[in-house]
T-cell receptor
Framework: GENVEQHPSTLSVQEGDSAVIKCTYSDSASNYFPWYKQELGKRPQLIIDIRSNVGEKKDQRIAVTLNKTAKHFSLHITETQPEDSAVYFCAAKDSNYQLIWGAGTKLIIKP | DGGITQSPKYLFRKEGQNVTLSCEQNLNHDAMYWYRQDPGQGLRLIYYSQIVNDFQKGDIAEGYSVSREKKESFPLTVTSAQKNPTAFYLC???????????????FGEGSRLTVL
């Protein structure tokens, strides 16, 4: 079955710098890749997603890139701000339509 | 105010007791899900339901049971058979089922269960 690995587990960046979180997946039939943000004590919320027929998608300061050949996708956050501090989860929808989740990345924005 | 409501937010249970976590949604979503979240791990699917009176096991269903008698409600019972029940439990819903083109999940705020 599908396996999703997420790196790094913790990422600390200076406010204003960029942050990149990477995920790899194993099921080549996976066709949908969302990213969720979970602030401390709050519910996960979808921040951006990408489908397998697209290589890149942007929404203001966040972007997601997908490399189907290498089977990896990444979340890019530019001009990081304190409110970006959270745990970020990637996921992949496999050939059984199940969402398989990465273990999460704790992003810390240093002032 | 539309959304998903989970209760209780915190729950303590003695070993050997069953406990039921409530999940209610007023989003008119067809599909509902229960996930378990443990530190350092991704979300793991316990059960899901795509329509009323139907539900399917997820990856870690052992020791759990669910019902879906109403579209709005999807309660989860953690039974005494669950060997390690202490965890954070998240309920979610989506407009369509698993194969729906838009897969966005709307989550509740979670229930933290601690077994004493």
């Amino acid at each position: 079955g599908e396996n999703v690995e997420q790196h790094p587990s913790t990422l600390s960046v200076q406010e204003g710098d960029s942050a990149v979180i990477k995920c790899t997946y194993s099921d080549s039939a996976s066709n949908y890749f969302p990213w969720y943000k979970q602030e401390l004590g709050k519910r996960p919320q979808l921040i951006i997603d990408i489908r397998s027929n697209v290589g890149e998608k942007k929404d203001q300061r966040i972007a997601v890139t997908l490399n189907k050949t290498a089977k990896h996708f990444s979340l890019h956050i530019t001009e990081t701000q304190p409110e970006d501090s959270a745990v970020y989860f990637c996921a992949a929808k496999d050939s059984n339509y199940q969402l398989i989740w990465g273990a999460g990345t704790k992003l810390i924005i240093k002032p | 105010d539309g959304g998903i409501t989970q209760s209780p937010k915190y729950l303590f249970r003695k070993e050997g007791q069953n406990v039921t976590l409530s999940c209610e949604q007023n989003l008119n979503h067809d599909a509902m899900y229960w996930y378990r979240q443990d530190p350092g791990q991704g979300l793991r699917l316990i059960y899901y339901s795509q329509i009323v009176n139907d539900f399917q096991k997820g990856d870690i269903a052992e020791g759990y049971s669910v019902s879906r008698e109403k579209k709005e409600s999807f309660p989860l019972t953690v039974t005494s058979a669950q060997k390690n029940p202490t965890a954070f439990y998240l309920c979610a819903s989506s407009i369509g089922g698993l194969a729906a083109h838009t897969g966005e999940l709307f989550f509740g705020e979670g229930s933290r269960l601690t077994v004493l």
